[in-house]
């Protein structure tokens, strides 16, 4: 009976609805764009890989008792580096596999025909960098660790490839840092763009020259930049780090002075930033929710003024006040079940096209979906209460004197 | 005792202190099972709020009202609901259909307030239209009907509970005397049938069809007789025989006051006299 009424004024109970619609996609589309965002950030870290574990310089981050990052500050690394004891300590431990210390090394590669670039990172290195880093040598091998021999290579991203030499597989061809030639000998596929660490080198501009080789030649200390672990068994990460966090400790005889990360701190860190950020926003949107309540009520009222005479007859023919007020809230929980029912539809078309039209992927869950419809529910029940209490007591005889 | 309706001092105030109008005035009124009665009377006579209170759409402000020999003049409104849901068909003069309902569904809404099924309603609903001879108008809006096939439906609405008591306000107000005839015979019809039909009306003519008239006057019942069917009451046949008050008694009035008034020109005045004589003699 009320859906009828519903159904003879369909352009006023579309245009009562769409308030309800427009609240309902605004808050399930930023609630699954966050989503998504967490979602890739995930997956960006599923794809670089292993479980590694980075050990920084200086007191980088600050965690709550459970551990979960609450702040981080890259430049907290000014004026700290680990050494060259760090890196044996670490080497000692049980369960790892791979140890890469990195080291930032001064200097512009250079062709001998004056072609140069500035903006590539000179990184010296030891150990299999492909399997910390996740990523393979498309042309070429990998430095072998051959320190007798006096050639000294480089691998380098396939930026540097192109910048320097033009070509995507310079292979074997000579370029100069620091008055040293060094000889190609593979280079990079290209990396992917990550957003999790920040301030790591874009290292599609890297070129890697042998540590050891670095070591000998370098007039100044070795200065280590990052260490990074890579544990022998996945799952052990955690106590691989733990044990990295105490080693380094006692080394430096209690000194705070240095970061041991793993990748799913940075998930966890971003993801509670992301949560914070998904709530606040959605809030905002939930603000279009209660006006468009209030959008129901309003026409609600009017719905009731203009129907005095229907709600007259109803009485006349034996509706009590009930049945009357049950009319009314029935239409108002219709009316935004209904939009909350057509939002949802709307933010799955709305995440259909953001996925078509951007690079951001929303995921709706099926649990926001629900919560939506429920809202919507509860949003009929609040605000056609008092509309429908006022049409519940309207005397039937004044009610019988309006025009139907 | 076979009143199925019996008011006992029945007044109903509206207002309060210095602006209380007293609507219904002491009414004891009694109304044997299968009486066909009209109720009669100037405006604001206080027939429509007698009406409402023997309909239990009001309550009295004082006075018992026996229903079927219980008592419901203080009954709370969820109970004269009920009341007027199972016992009270209502007729309005503006017919009061809803607009957005088929002819079909505005006769079964009566029935769904009772918690029937919706294919028993329009089943019993479809029933009551063929007693008012609309069978073929089931699925028609009101709009789409004239003002005396409306009446009708509303008619078919007000007998689809079956009440005993069936209560029309001025049934015939907005209807030709041709529609009127057809929902007086459909009135006179249910009456046969056991009905108790209370009508109020302006047409004493339509009195042919009552069995009792009761005149009623500031809120006072002033006359009540009873009367054969096929005959107009003496008491109606007084007041259409001698209306008490017409516009041409107004306009008597007026130049009454006109010849009052001192007029500096006696031949215009004379002339308004004498033109005013020559309508009256026309008329008479």
Same mark, same amino acid.
């Given at each position: 009976?009320?859906?009828?009424?519903? *159904?003879? #004024? *369909?352009?006023?109970?579309?245009?009562?609805?769409?308030?309800?619609?427009?609240?309902?996609?605004?808050?399930?589309?930023?609630?699954?764009?966050?989503?998504?965002?967490?979602?890739?950030?995930?997956?960006?870290?599923?794809?670089?890989?292993?479980?590694?574990?980075?050990?920084?310089?200086?007191?980088?981050?600050?965690?709550?008792?459970? +551990?979960?990052?609450?702040?981080?500050?890259?430049?907290? #690394?000014?004026?700290?580096?680990?050494?060259?004891?760090?890196?044996?300590?670490?080497?000692?431990?049980? +369960?790892?596999?791979?140890?890469?210390?990195?080291?930032?090394?001064?200097?512009?590669?250079?062709?001998?025909?004056?072609?140069?670039?500035?903006?590539?990172?000179?990184?010296?290195?030891?150990?299999?960098?492909?399997?910390?880093?996740?990523?393979?040598?498309?042309?070429?091998?990998?430095?072998?660790?051959?320190?007798?021999?006096?050639? *000294?290579?480089?691998?380098?991203?396939?930026?540097?490839?192109?910048?320097?030499?033009?070509?995507?597989?310079?292979?074997? *061809?000579?370029?100069?840092?620091?008055?040293?030639?060094?000889?190609?000998?593979?280079?990079?596929?290209?990396?992917?763009?990550?957003?999790?660490?920040?301030?790591?080198?874009?290292?599609?501009?890297?070129?890697?020259?042998?540590?050891?080789?670095?070591?000998?030649?370098?007039?100044?200390?070795?200065?280590?930049?990052?260490?990074?672990?890579?544990?022998?068994?996945?799952?052990?990460?955690?106590?691989?780090?733990?044990?990295?966090?105490?080693?380094?400790?006692?080394?430096?005889?209690?000194?705070?002075?240095?970061?041991?990360?793993?990748? #799913?701190?940075?998930?966890? =860190?971003?993801?509670?930033?992301?949560?914070?950020?998904?709530?606040?926003?959605?809030?905002? =949107?939930?603000?279009?929710?209660?006006?468009?309540?209030?959008?129901?009520?309003?026409?609600?009222?009017?719905?009731?003024?203009?129907?005095?005479?229907?709600?007259?007859?109803?009485?006349?023919?034996?509706?009590?006040?009930?049945?009357?007020?049950?009319?009314?809230?029935?239409?108002?929980?219709?009316? #935004?079940?209904? +939009?909350?029912?057509?939002?949802?539809?709307?933010?799955?078309?709305?995440?259909?096209?953001?996925?078509?039209?951007?690079?951001?992927?929303?995921?709706?869950?099926?649990?926001?979906?629900?919560?939506?419809?429920?809202?919507?529910?509860?949003?009929?029940?609040?605000?056609?209460?008092?509309?429908?209490?006022?049409?519940?007591?309207?005397?039937?005889?004044?009610?019988?004197?309006?025009?139907? | 005792?076979?009143?199925? %309706? !019996?008011?006992?001092?029945?007044?109903?105030?509206?207002?309060?202190?210095?602006?209380?109008?007293?609507?219904?005035?002491?009414?004891?009124?009694?109304?044997?099972?299968g009486e066909f009665i009209a109720?009669?009377?100037?405006?604001?006579?206080?027939?429509?709020?007698?009406?409402?209170?023997?309909?239990?759409?009001?309550?009295?402000?004082?006075?018992?009202?026996?229903?079927?020999?219980?008592?419901?003049?203080?009954?709370?409104?969820? @109970?004269?609901?009920?009341? @007027? @849901?199972?016992? %009270?068909?209502?007729?309005? !003069?503006?017919?009061?259909?809803?607009?957005?309902?088929?002819?079909?569904?505005?006769?079964?809404?009566?029935?769904?307030? &009772?918690?029937?099924?919706?294919?028993?309603?329009?089943? !019993?609903? /479809?029933?009551?239209?063929?007693?008012?001879?609309?069978?073929? @108008?089931?699925?028609?809006?009101?709009?789409?009907?004239? /003002?005396?096939?409306?009446?009708?439906?509303? %008619?078919?609405?007000?007998?689809?509970?079956?009440?005993?008591?069936?209560?029309?306000?001025?049934?015939? /107000?907005?209807?030709?005397?041709?529609?009127?005839r057809?929902?007086l015979e459909l009135l006179s019809d249910l009456h046969k049938s056991g009905h108790t039909i209370?009508m109020?009306?302006?047409?004493?003519e339509l009195t042919r069809y009552a069995t009792r008239a009761?005149?009623?006057?500031?809120?006072?019942?002033?006359?009540?007789q009873n009367s054969d069917i096929g005959t107009v009451p003496? %008491?109606a046949?007084?007041?259409?025989? &001698?209306?008490?008050?017409?516009?041409?008694?107004?306009?008597? /009035?007026?130049?009454?006051?006109?010849?009052?008034?001192? !007029?500096?020109?006696?031949?215009?005045?004379?002339?308004?006299? &004498?033109?005013?004589?020559?309508?009256?003699?026309? &008329?008479?």
């Open positions: 009976m009320a859906v009828d009424s519903l *159904r003879s #004024s *369909r352009g006023r109970s579309f245009l009562t609805m769409f308030g309800i619609i427009v609240g309902i996609v605004s808050v399930v589309t930023i609630v699954s764009v966050g989503e998504g965002v967490k979602r890739s950030i995930a997956g960006e870290v599923d794809s670089l890989g292993s479980e590694t574990i980075s050990v920084l310089p200086g007191n980088q981050v600050e965690r709550d008792d459970t +551990g979960v990052i609450t702040s981080y500050n890259p430049f907290q #690394s000014i004026g700290y580096s680990l050494t060259e004891t760090d890196l044996a300590e670490i080497k000692k431990l049980d +369960g790892i596999s791979e140890v890469v210390p990195f080291v930032r090394v001064s200097g512009i590669p250079q062709l001998e025909e004056e072609a140069q670039m500035p903006a590539a990172d000179v990184l010296a290195v030891s150990g299999n960098v492909p399997q910390v880093l996740n990523q393979e040598i498309r042309f070429g091998t990998w430095l072998e660790e051959d320190s007798s021999s006096n050639r *000294r290579f480089a691998v380098i991203g396939s930026s540097v490839a192109m910048e320097l030499f033009n070509e995507l597989a310079p292979i074997g *061809r000579s370029f100069q840092v620091n008055d040293q030639t060094l000889t190609v000998r593979g280079v990079f596929a290209e990396f992917l763009q990550t957003s999790i660490a920040p301030v790591a080198p874009n290292y599609d501009n890297a070129v890697f020259v042998s540590y050891e080789e670095n070591k000998r030649t370098s007039s100044n200390g070795q200065n280590i930049y990052q260490i990074i672990v890579d544990p022998e068994v996945t799952s052990e990460g955690d106590v691989v780090a733990e044990r990295i966090q105490a080693t380094l400790s006692s080394v430096r005889s209690g000194a705070d002075d240095f970061t041991v990360l793993q990748r #799913s701190d940075a998930v966890e =860190a971003y993801s509670g930033i992301l949560d914070l950020l998904t709530i606040a926003i959605s809030a905002i =949107a939930g603000i279009s929710l209660f006006v468009a309540g209030v959008g129901i009520m309003n026409i609600m009222f009017v719905s009731v003024s203009e129907r005095t005479g229907e709600i007259g007859v109803r009485k006349a023919i034996g509706a009590t006040n009930t049945q009357i007020l049950g009319q009314f809230i029935t239409e108002a929980i219709v009316l #935004s079940l209904l +939009g909350g029912i057509f939002g949802v539809l709307a933010s799955l078309l709305a995440n259909y096209f953001l996925r078509l039209l951007t690079p951001i992927e929303p995921v709706i869950l099926p649990e926001v979906m629900i919560l939506a419809t429920l809202t919507a529910f509860a949003v009929g029940v609040l605000f056609g209460t008092a509309p429908a209490i006022k049409a519940a007591r309207k005397d039937p005889i004044e009610s019988l004197r309006y025009r139907l | 005792m076979n009143n199925i %309706i !019996q008011l006992q001092d029945v007044s109903k105030l509206y207002g309060f202190g210095d602006a209380t109008t007293v609507a219904v005035e002491d009414v004891s009124l009694q109304v044997r099972k109720v009669m009377g100037p405006s604001g006579s206080g027939k429509s709020t007698l009406m409402n209170l023997i309909g239990l759409l009001d309550r009295p402000t004082e006075g018992t009202y026996l229903l079927q020999g219980k008592k419901v003049s203080r009954l709370s409104a969820w @109970r004269r609901a009920r009341y @007027r @849901r199972d016992r %009270i068909g209502f007729v309005f !003069q503006s017919f009061n259909l809803l607009a957005t309902m088929t002819a079909l569904e505005n006769v079964a809404l009566p029935l769904a307030y &009772k918690g029937m099924t919706q294919t028993r309603r329009l089943k !019993q609903a /479809g029933n009551a239209l063929e007693r008012v001879g609309l069978a073929d @108008r089931e699925y028609y809006y009101p709009k789409q009907l004239s /003002g005396g096939q409306m009446q009708r439906v509303a %008619i078919a609405r007000a007998l689809v509970n079956n009440p005993e008591i069936i209560i029309a306000d001025e049934p015939t /107000g907005n209807l030709d005397s041709v529609a009127s057809v929902v209370l109020v009306t302006h047409n004493p009761v005149f009623m006057h500031d809120g006072s019942i002033v006359a009540d003496n %008491i046949k007084k007041m259409y025989l &001698k209306p008490q008050k017409t516009e041409e008694d107004d306009l008597e /009035g007026v130049s009454a006051l006109m010849d009052a008034v001192p !007029q500096k020109n006696e031949k215009a005045a004379k002339k308004t006299k &004498k033109s005013k004589k020559k309508s009256k003699a026309k &008329k008479s």
